[in-house]
């Protein structure tokens, strides 16, 4: 098993920054395909970033690309987004989400992933 937990949400102005993180712990001996997603009230999650085991190969929704950047430290079980240029449309909560060990394929779809941490708010004001 997998724990995933997610700090960093909070209330920022349309334009402002925050930097999510997501802390694994568990079964992590070996380096897993990680996601960020993101749910707003009423809509479908969506993914908004995905990264390689080694951090080398990074995958963006369109909606994010050039202002997001999603990155990992292996050392410390952690992956984080960064998350600039925020916009209204941006509030949701965001989850991180981890893949199976056995695959390094970057996936965009929920459902591919295995294990989901709580998420953490993240409001943008306009």
């Known amino acids: 098993q997998v724990q995933l937990v997610e700090s960093g949400g909070g209330l920022v102005q349309a334009g402002g920054s925050l930097r999510l993180s997501c802390a694994a712990s568990?079964?992590?001996?070996?380096?897993?395909?990680m996601g960020w997603f993101r749910q707003a009230p009423g809509k479908e999650r969506e993914f908004v970033a995905g990264?390689?085991?080694?951090?080398?190969?990074?995958y963006y929704a369109d909606s994010v690309k050039d202002r997001f950047t999603i990155s990992r430290d292996n050392a410390k079980n952690t992956v984080y987004l960064r998350m600039n240029s925020l916009k209204f449309e941006d509030t949701a909560v965001y989850y991180c989400?981890?893949?199976?060990?056995?695959?390094?394929?970057?996936?965009?779809?929920?459902?591919?992933?295995?294990?989901w941490g709580q998420g953490t708010q993240v409001t943008v004001s306009s």
């Open positions: 990264i390689g085991r080694s951090g080398g190969n990074t």
């Open positions: 989400a981890a893949r199976t060990l056995y695959t390094a394929v970057v996936a965009t779809t929920w459902n591919q992933y295995d294990y």
């Open positions: 568990g079964r992590t001996n070996s380096n897993r395909v």
